[in-house]
Nanobody, 123 residues
Framework: VQLQASGGGLVQAGGSLRLSCAASVRTFSSYGMGWFRQAPGKERDFVATISASGGTTYYTDSVKGRFTISRDDAKNTVYLQMNSLEPKDTAVYYC?????????????????WGQGTLVTVSS
């Protein structure tokens, strides 16, 4: 499974970005997908995850109500819509795939990773 994340950039506080993660795998719909982020000098942290069916999602508390994870299996792509961005959201964002899913929220529970896309939020 190869994952390609995109959509990062520089945005002012209060702005929005949509990250995309395209997967090169025929069985994309069987994978749960997650987004993680890593700020400079910090560990990689869980942001959001979505089940293989798309029917279940989980978010870390700090992004609830601001971020939305979704998937389009016809395009083999998972998205992270980020609204009301804050400087503390600045990080490299990574997408990851897990099968089976079981609501996984730890980085070491995901086998396949994208290369990361940088999100910078200015104050």
């Amino acid at each position: 499974v190869q994952l390609q994340a995109s959509g990062g950039g520089l945005v002012q506080a209060g702005g929005s970005l949509r990250l995309s993660c395209a997967a090169s795998v025929r069985t994309f719909s069987s994978y749960g997908m997650g987004w993680f982020r890593q700020a400079p000098g910090k560990e990689r942290d869980f942001v959001a995850t979505i089940s293989a069916s798309g029917g279940t999602t989980y978010y870390t508390d700090s992004v609830k109500g601001r971020f939305t994870i979704s998937r389009d299996d016809a395009k083999n792509t998972v998205y992270l819509q980020m609204n009301s961005l804050e400087p503390k959201d600045t990080a490299v964002y990574y997408c990851a795939a897990a099968r089976p899913w079981f609501g996984r929220r730890k980085p070491d529970e995901y086998v396949f990773w994208g290369q990361g896309t940088l999100v910078t939020v200015s104050s």
